[in-house]
């Protein structure tokens, strides 16, 4: 359920630290208090069939504890012993006979009190007389906790009465700032468990991809009975459609212990790589039919002997959280022609790879993250270029209004990366939001880069801290609906861009740490275009 070395009291006081910094100067040496509700195991509506269990993110930081029904109590002051070491008083469920036939019990006190970096354990029926002892030990402290919302997990009104009997002050008004302003820069212990997930995610997608070449190489055998006599076996599984892929990818993490995937998978094929947040996986790879002489994927992967595989990309946006802690993770690879990119899939995959080079090479703390994404940007506009999708001044009729500057201060390429370069990442995949894109944000007063549709759906909106853990994620879509403002424009050649539109969408993301000198590329899983084409047709 825990672990000790998971350091829950230097995150509680990391956050009280921060906590006193949003305070008025009256109330920033008083007795200050946090209560917290932990998450209930949840069930289907009008059933009693449970849904999976995970802790509520705030609660787990501060405690280190996974079991349901939990509270915490803490206390802090400065000026004294509190301040060093502030009192952190966990409550987890008592085991009753009737849950125990049902389920696995909680542990008792005693393994709590051996497996959570807390000063003390009890029951929840210790709560109340506890929070008593505190109101009366600090008439004048002031109670947090975080907002009363559905995002939350509810507080019981027994215990907020207790409190207000106790006539001491309660507020929403700093506790979930405080947190994730905390939250925003990963300890060694965190970094850990986020480089591990990254580690589990990392072979899960590849497991995806060697599949993939298998079956291009029909080196995936099907015995006696298979699939007519007896189910399949996973050795037996050729990946046909999006769901496939994403069970593989599932369960490649699921063995090695992962409990929860951090988000929905993304798994979409074809065209639909276009769909930023493809959820669905419900579809088959696109199928053509078998052309003369045409032995590129030998029908392996044919379902009968009448069609074979289009040429296509497959975009998996998936990772796994291990301990509370999640990874992120894109990988775009080709499916049909063998296992390779067509020309202009692999066009658009270099063009990819080199926004997130390019950008890999910038990171480093104090950087701002708008630049990052202006990079992009920029390194977009001069491809496209490049590959004739955007014109040139030297373009036939054309002039100094399709330069690369103009071009992008026009904010067309937002049309074809619509998204932020990358987020926060941490106990959640879209990590302390109001803490990465503040509303009062004095960094981007002079942060004036392109057009400001570059900047409507970033994420992390600050200079990068050693510490921070991120994404680099560009892309590049080709999405009939966001095309369609763009039809007419003067900056685009239609029918260049008529040659890509078939690729649907390419993201290539890693998950890296900020250090002191630059990054640390957390992502394991390699993207370079060689590789994925190697495994993808079964070569290496």
């Not at 069939?49 to 206390?75: D, I, T, W």
């Not at 790879?285 to 296509?312: C, E, I, M, T």
């Not at 790879?353 to 993250?369: D, I, N, R, V």
């Not at 900020?514 to 993207?527: M, P, W």
Request: aromatic share 8%; hydrophobic share 40%.
């Amino acid at each position: 359920m825990a672990d000790k070395t998971y350091p829950a009291q230097q995150h509680v006081i990391k956050t009280f630290s921060k906590l006193v910094e949003l305070l008025p100067a009256v109330e920033q040496n008083k007795p200050q208090i946090v209560f917290l509700a932990g998450e209930v195991t949840p069930f289907r509506n009008d059933t009693d069939r449970e849904m999976p269990f995970r802790q509520e993110s705030n609660f787990f930081y501060l405690s280190g504890c996974r079991v349901p029904g939990s509270y915490l109590l803490l206390a802090f002051q400065n000026g004294t012993s509190l301040a060093n070491n502030p009192s952190s008083h966990l409550f987890i469920p008592k085991a009753e006979l009737a849950d125990i036939m049902w389920s696995v019990p909680p542990p008792s006190l005693e393994e709590a009190a051996t497996t959570h970096d807390v000063t003390r354990v009890d029951h929840p029926a210790a709560l109340p007389g506890a929070i008593q002892e505190l109101v009366k030990a600090f008439p004048e402290a002031l109670v947090h906790t975080l907002p009363t919302s559905r995002l939350f997990p509810i507080v019981p009104s027994q215990y907020t009465a207790a409190f207000l009997a106790g006539n001491v002050n309660i507020t929403e008004d700093y506790l979930l700032t405080a947190l994730h302003r905390a939250r925003l820069t990963k300890d060694a212990a965190e970094i850990e468990l986020i480089r591990h997930a990254n580690q589990i995610s990392s072979r899960a997608h590849e497991v995806v991809m060697r599949v993939l070449g298998q079956g291009v190489r029909g080196s995936i055998k099907r015995g006696k009975g298979a699939g007519t006599e007896r189910p399949l076996l996973p050795g037996e599984w050729l990946i046909e459609k999006e769901a496939e892929a994403e069970a593989l990818f599932v369960a490649s993490c699921r063995r090695e212990g992962a409990e929860h995937q951090a988000y929905l998978p993304i798994v979409a094929a074809s065209t639909r790589a276009s769909t930023l947040h493809y959820c669905c996986n419900d579809r088959e790879f696109s199928w053509g039919p078998v052309k003369p002489d045409d032995h590129k994927n030998h029908n392996h992967l044919a379902h009968n002997y009448d069609r074979v595989l289009d040429p296509q990309v497959l975009l998996i946006d998936a990772g796994c959280e291990w301990k509370c802690y999640a990874s992120d993770i894109t990988r775009t690879m080709p499916v049909g022609n063998g296992g390779k990119f067509t020309p202009e899939a692999r066009a658009i995959y270099e063009l990819v790879l080199e926004m997130q080079q390019l950008s890999f090479e910038a990171l480093k703390p104090g950087l701002h993250w708008d630049a990052v994404q202006f990079l992009c940007h920029r390194t977009l506009v001069r491809g496209f270029q490049r590959l004739g999708i955007f014109k040139t001044p030297s373009s036939p009729n054309s002039g100094s209004w399709n330069s690369e500057e103009a071009i992008l201060a026009s904010g067309i390429s937002s049309a074809f990366f619509p998204h932020g370069v990358g987020h926060s990442l941490g106990m959640d995949v879209h990590d302390v939001p109001s803490a990465s894109k503040p509303e009062k944000n004095d960094t981007i007063k002079r942060i004036e880069l392109g057009h400001e549709s570059f900047y409507t759906y970033l994420r992390l909106r600050l200079p990068l801290e050693e510490g921070m853990v991120v994404t680099v994620e560009p892309g590049i879509y080709f999405s009939p609906h966001l095309l369609a403002p763009v039809r007419d424009s003067r900056h685009i050649d239609q029918k260049v861009l008529e040659r890509y539109e078939g690729v649907g969408g390419v993201r290539i993301e890693d998950v890296v740490l900020i250090t002191k000198d630059g990054y640390e590329n957390l992502t394991t899983v390699r993207s370079d275009t060689e590789w994925v084409e190697k495994v993808c047709s079964g070569e290496i």
